[in-house]
């Protein structure tokens, strides 16, 4: 059975950083593109970024770009996303998804979600 | 960026009867690479249909996806109890993938 597990998130203040890490367990990260997703409370849900099964290629929406990072650590089954410049606008649950078919972002598997709120 | 509108807002239903919910592109959708979502309270959107009408594994054949272009609709034949939920569309033909705003079903 594919699970996977975010971590990290909380309450931080604006312009503070979080690291939100995702473990998998069920598949092989290594083989599959791998994405983050968000959702402020109330709203559809919010591409936030995207990383190919190798790390060569990364992509993120223009809300997001030049303050968070995606990474990944195949050996560990394990993606990450570090956010920095923290916003009140980037409260929301954030959720790990794998990528359906290569090159084709629709999200087959989710995590649970974690919740960053950005507040003073 | 493709917005995307799902209409009604809401759709009051009882068991057993027939739910259709429309999601219609601001341009058109390349491929028809649109998804349809399931999402209950609590919980992490579920996916039911991807590519308009490809049905992911283990969605249940009352369940189904059409349409082309602009419009797309998801149908669900016979509304189980189950089914009453949040309904999300998203493209992904382009690469800024974006959702619907949502269609609630809830019970009449």
């Known amino acids: 059975e594919v699970q996977l597990l975010e971590s990290g998130g909380g309450l931080v203040q604006p312009g503070g950083s979080l690291r939100l890490s995702c473990a998998a367990s069920?598949?092989?990260?290594?083989?599959?593109?791998m994405s983050w997703v968000r959702q402020a409370p109330g709203k559809g849900p919010e591409w936030v970024s995207s990383?190919?099964?190798?790390?060569?290629?990364?992509y993120y929406a223009d809300s997001v770009k030049g303050r968070f990072t995606i990474s990944r650590d195949n050996s560990m089954n394990t993606l990450y996303l570090q956010m920095n410049s923290l916003r009140a606008e980037d409260t929301a649950v954030y959720y790990c998804?794998?990528?359906?078919?290569?090159?084709?972002?629709?999200?087959?598997?989710w995590g649970q979600g974690t919740l960053v709120t950005v507040s003073s | 960026e493709i917005v995307l509108t799902q209409s009604p807002g809401t759709l009051s239903l009882s068991p057993g009867e027939r739910a259709t919910l429309s999601c219609r592109a601001s341009?058109?959708?390349?491929?028809?690479?649109l998804a349809w979502y399931q999402q209950k309270p609590g919980q992490a959107p579920r996916l039911l249909i991807y590519?308009?009408?490809s049905r992911a594994t283990g969605i249940p054949d009352r369940f189904s996806g059409s349409g082309s272009g602009t419009d797309f609709t998801l149908t669900i034949t016979r509304l189980e109890p189950e089914d009453f939920a949040v309904y999300f569309c998203?493209?992904?033909?382009?690469?800024?993938?974006?959702f619907g705003p949502g269609t609630k079903v809830d019970i009449k």
């Open positions: 998203q493209q992904y033909g382009t690469s800024s993938p974006t």
């Open positions: 998804a794998k990528i359906g078919k290569l090159g084709l972002w629709y999200f087959d598997y």
């Open positions: 990383i190919s099964s190798d790390s060569i290629y990364t």
């Open positions: 069920g598949l092989t990260l290594s083989s599959f593109g």
């Open positions: 341009q058109s959708v390349s491929s028809s690479y």
């Open positions: 590519d308009a009408s």
